[in-house]
């Protein structure tokens, strides 16, 4: 790597009917999509065409493609690769003629077991934990050779596939049903990245080991690269970055996320439970990005109650599991869904988007530390500051790698759950010392 954003590329190759072709003198730009609400990894490239291979190949929307893609010859650098195993291309668009005898088109490909999930559909009953259902799943159904990591689950249950798609049956069903058994609450989530497939709990990715201060994949800071910086300090700085969201607390009220009431209604002994839910009791019981609510625990002044506490926000129904016509508990699993809508909808709050020189160490559902600066004003007399609610970790959740003729860069949104420093406190920054970043 001579400077950031350097990439390897040694070739494109698509396999057709009539044969495999390197495409890479025609591409113009390439993209990767991973995200933690996909069950699966989606491209494109962007081809500039003077030779007509899109009649001649001919090019149809069914053909395999490989590539790898690597910073440098480092090991210890992850590569995007599907030259091990193959994407499939499924859509051939934006077709336009830009010259008298070259056209410029997109292929759209996706991981194979993308299409293999329409091929197939899960049938029958399964009785286990729903973790062991998904590895199930993946091994026998979809048939994936991928890395699969699966979050242990404290729920065991019998469930029918119903005939629908493996990711259906996976999002749809078992993780809506899910609870870490390690953690109090789940919140589960499927997803593939370049790394292999997730079935997980957002506060098993939020998690720090005792002892441990931080669990971060990469440490970035806002700030535009310098001309004469090393390529491990340009490696570390931001390029763009944006709020995209911030917290919305009419939002909260109308979604249930500050309060709400939960009712379960048991038609076998015709009883009604109703259960509270409040967001602060929630949120200490519960793995975070850092301590602080995104929401301030002041006491309103018209009547001293917080807005935790008004659990008529919202108001959901839902009938509970009598075991007449399963071995499951019966409020198993409806019992979590207060708690796991939650932990969603905490997850919707606080958004950026954040792009920075390729870097193929970085995956969905990983966790940065991004350091943002204040913007109060500063002299040669104060310490220079960064913001206290937006600095600290974040957790990925699109990412996309983009590739063109001269470079590579990563953008992805990001999201907290919480602040490193509560609403309710004076001050709105942090003194930054190379200590205390180093350490993070």
């Known amino acids: 790597m001579n400077q950031a954003g350097d990439y390897k590329l040694e070739s494109i190759i698509v396999h057709s009917a009539s044969g495999p072709i390197d495409i890479k003198s025609l591409m113009v730009e390439l993209n990767v999509y991973e995200s933690i609400f996909s069950p699966a990894i989606y491209g494109n490239i962007v081809i500039a065409d003077s030779a007509n291979h899109i009649q001649n190949m001919p090019l149809i929307g069914q053909e395999e493609i490989e590539f790898k893609i690597r910073i440098d010859d480092n090991p210890d650098n992850e590569t995007i690769d599907f030259k091990t195993r193959r994407a499939r291309i499924y859509k051939i668009s934006d077709q336009v003629r830009t010259a008298e005898r070259q056209q410029v088109y997109t292929l759209h490909f996706t991981s194979q077991e993308a299409i293999e999930n329409q091929r197939v559909k899960v049938k029958g009953a399964f009785n286990a934990t729903t973790d062991q259902i998904v590895a199930n799943i993946l091994q026998n159904i979809i048939k994936t050779k991928k890395s699969i990591a699966v979050e242990q689950s404290s729920l065991h249950t019998k469930v029918i596939g119903n005939q629908m798609t493996p990711f259906d049956f996976i999002k749809n069903i078992l993780c809506k049903r899910s609870s870490s058994k390690t953690f109090k609450d789940g919140g589960y989530t499927f997803f593939e990245s370049h790394r292999g497939y997730m079935f997980t709990s957002y506060q098993r990715m939020w998690?720090?080991?005792?002892?441990?201060?931080?669990?971060?994949?990469?440490?970035?800071?806002?700030?535009?690269?310098?001309?004469?910086?090393?390529?491990?300090?340009?490696?570390?700085?931001?390029?763009?970055?944006?709020?995209?969201?911030?917290?919305?607390?009419?939002?909260?009220?109308?979604?249930?996320?500050?309060?709400?009431?939960?009712?379960?209604?048991?038609?076998?002994?015709?009883?009604?439970?109703?259960?509270?839910?409040?967001?602060?009791?929630?949120?200490?019981?519960?793995?975070?990005?850092?301590?602080?609510?995104?929401f301030t625990t002041t006491p309103e002044k018209s009547?001293?109650?917080?807005?935790?506490?008004?659990?008529?926000?919202?108001?959901?129904?839902?009938?509970?599991?009598?075991?007449?016509?399963?071995?499951?508990?019966?409020?198993?699993?409806?019992?979590?869904?207060?708690?796991?809508?939650?932990?969603?909808?905490?997850?919707?709050?606080?958004?950026?988007?954040?792009?920075?020189?390729?870097?193929?160490?970085?995956?969905?559902?990983?966790?940065?530390?991004?350091?943002?600066?204040?913007?109060?004003?500063?002299?040669?007399?104060?310490?220079?500051?960064?913001?206290?609610?937006?600095?600290?970790?974040?957790?990925?959740?699109?990412?996309?790698?983009?590739?063109?003729?001269?470079?590579?860069?990563?953008?992805?949104?990001?999201?907290?759950?919480?602040?490193?420093?509560?609403?309710?406190?004076?001050?709105?920054?942090?003194?930054?010392?190379?200590?205390?970043?180093?350490?993070?």
């Not at 998690?207 to 490696?235: H, T």
């Not at 390729?358 to 500051?385: C, M, Q």
């Open 207 to 294: 998690f720090r080991a005792p002892g441990q201060e931080v669990n971060v994949q990469e440490n970035y800071i806002v700030q535009p690269s310098k001309r004469d910086s090393s390529i491990a300090e340009d490696m570390k700085s931001v390029l763009e970055y944006k709020i995209m969201k911030g917290q919305d607390t009419l939002a909260g009220m109308a979604t249930g996320l500050l309060a709400s009431k939960h009712f379960v209604y048991d038609t076998h002994k015709k009883k009604l439970t109703i259960t509270p839910h409040n967001y602060y009791k929630n949120f200490i019981d519960s793995v975070h990005a850092a301590d602080g609510t995104l």
């Open 303 to 440: 009547d001293g109650k917080t807005i935790f506490e008004f659990n008529d926000y919202m108001i959901d129904y839902n009938l509970k599991d009598t075991g007449l016509h399963t071995d499951t508990p019966s409020d198993n699993h409806i019992g979590k869904l207060a708690t796991n809508r939650f932990t969603y909808l905490s997850h919707d709050q606080l958004k950026a988007k954040v792009t920075v020189f390729g870097n193929t160490n970085l995956a969905a559902g990983d966790i940065i530390h991004l350091r943002v600066p204040s913007y109060e004003p500063v002299d040669k007399t104060t310490t220079r500051v960064h913001d206290a609610f937006l600095s600290g970790r974040w957790l990925l959740t699109n990412v996309v790698h983009t590739i063109n003729n001269t470079r590579y860069t990563t953008t992805f949104d990001c999201v907290r759950d919480s602040v490193e420093q509560p609403y309710n406190k004076t001050s709105t920054s942090i003194e930054e010392t190379s200590n205390d970043y180093n350490n993070q």
